[in-house]
């Protein structure tokens, strides 16, 4: 199958230029050398933390039953770790990457090889630094395709493209963050956003850095969309064109045709686009949605939807975007969001719950003396703001290392309050610790996560490491465990690994804890999870041979 790419940053080691996939599952492998090298977006060059030289960087593609090998060697001065964000990583955790939780950073000058199955996935997922703010610079999207003579359950694309959006800061994104914590508060915003590393002409300086892709008249083009921006939920919009929204987080949706999309970081979204108006140039857009009473961030990044044979000098609309503060929209997008769930892709939804999680996310203030205000704001689940152990928890698990973490994690708040009530100051004080929760092996879990007004409420995209799960209910304002429930959908839910709890609302999700192994669970916004907002599930092997954890490779870094 011939694929033809455009102007997207990739490098596909042993198969360089030569985009046909063979027909039997196979090994792909690929060398991700760490580096540093000197940018310019908008008007001054940096040095920035990149793969192979790329930024964003390459992409993976990859078939359903394939092998992936890479071999990450780290040439930056910072210690540094990958993951690949909605991989399961069955029995696997070793290959999953969030540095001290599944393995200790790959140390400057070290090398160390992710080695996993892509098995029972397809679609598009992306990959990631996964330690401080290095994200910011270090991801790329990660495409599989279906297995060999699978189509899509939609109309073939004539062709495909990656729209991956980002932030981009002038300074050097790791003292952004340092500053931010010297002084306990939140780090300056990002300077631009931007799409496929570029952040188009509404920016000072950054005309050369505009993407475009061309399209033909008549045809339909599929977007793998995916938010790597570090703190920004974002709407995303093509002037004049529609598009049907066909898949999420690597699972087919219920097709359903949309003006705009919206995205939260960590999440992935496939659209079909018909290119059916007058052949011209075209506006693509995506700017924030934040609608917490906090300072809303309006920019606007824009790359080209260009019809073959329109000269380059025809000025591009823009096109129209949800408000920023749209909560309506937002709530009636991800209403419509459902799995496909037919006999092919079911929707396996656990019905039976073994396990009932209910987790606050909150903010609090902490005693800091050497911090401006003498303060500085925590994130917290449960009341509990997660501190990073030295040793990675998967290793101190398998290895059974006492003293690196507690599983005390509690199942609900110690105290019951009105979560979305009227902002509360009082009790702003966090507790802090190392402490997960444990799941027996193949048990169903809900798991309700209630955003609350301690400081202020705020929409929060949280994401489940090593599995999938299934969004069956959310709501506004507290949850009502005696009615909500009856209200769930349990036949069609969305399945993903990312999904937002509304501003002053609650997400219920359930999964099956098949898969062995320590999984992170954080708030995708880089801020709140620097600031706490994490905690991890230790999921005990299974009594089966084939249910436990599988025995570290001989080159994990040490810690
Ligand atoms: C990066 O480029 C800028 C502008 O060309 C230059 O001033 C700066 O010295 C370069 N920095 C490095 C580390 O090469
Ligand atoms: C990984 O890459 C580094 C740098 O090229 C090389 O030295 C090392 O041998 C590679 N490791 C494996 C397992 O291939
Ligand atoms: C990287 O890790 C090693 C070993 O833990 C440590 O000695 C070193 O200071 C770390 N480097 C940085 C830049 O944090
Ligand atoms: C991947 O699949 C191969 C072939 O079935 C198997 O030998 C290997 O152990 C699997 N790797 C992991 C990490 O599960
Ligand atoms: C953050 O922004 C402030 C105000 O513009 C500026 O003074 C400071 O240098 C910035 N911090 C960093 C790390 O760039
Ligand atoms: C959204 O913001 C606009 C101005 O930016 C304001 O007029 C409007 O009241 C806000 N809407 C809501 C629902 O907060
Ligand atoms: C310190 O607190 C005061 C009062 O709450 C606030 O006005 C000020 O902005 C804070 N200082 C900083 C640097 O945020
Ligand atoms: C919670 O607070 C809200 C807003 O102040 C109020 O309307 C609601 O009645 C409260 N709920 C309970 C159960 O007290
Ligand atoms: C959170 O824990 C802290 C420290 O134990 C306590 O002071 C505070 O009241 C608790 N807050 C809530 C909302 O439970
Ligand atoms: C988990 O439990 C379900 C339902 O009892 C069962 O169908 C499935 O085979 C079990 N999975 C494993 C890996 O044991
Ligand atoms: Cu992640």
New binding site residues.
Partial sequence: MARVFSGVAFLFFGFLGLFSFPAEAAIKKYQFDIQVKNVSRLCHAKPIVTVNGRYPGPTIYAREGDRVIINVTNHAQYNMSIHWHGLKQYRNGWADGPAYVTQCPIQTGSSYTYDFNVTGQRGTLWWHAHILWLRATVYGAFVIMPEPGTPFPFPKPHQEFEIVFGEW????VE??EK?GAIMGLP??MSDAHTINGKPGPLFPCSEKHTFAIEVELGKTYLLRIVNAALNDELFFAIAGHSMTVVEVDAVYTKPFTTQAVLIAPGQTTNVLVQANQVPSRYFMATRTFMDAPLAIDSKTATAIFQYKGVPNTVLPALPQLPASNDTAFALSYNGKIKSLNSAQYPANVPLKVDRNLFYTVGFGKNPCPTCVNGTKFLASLNNISFVMPQIALLQAHYFNTKGVFRTDFPDKPLTAFNYTGAPLTANLGTATGTRIGKIAFNSTVELVLQDTNLLTVESHPFHLHGYNFFVVGTGIGNFDPANDPAKYNLVDPIERNTIGVPTGGWTAIRFRADNPGVWFMHCHLELHTGWGLKTAFLVEDGAGPDQSVLPPPKDLPPC
């Fill in positions: 800061w002038h300074a050097d003292e952004v500053q780090p300056n």
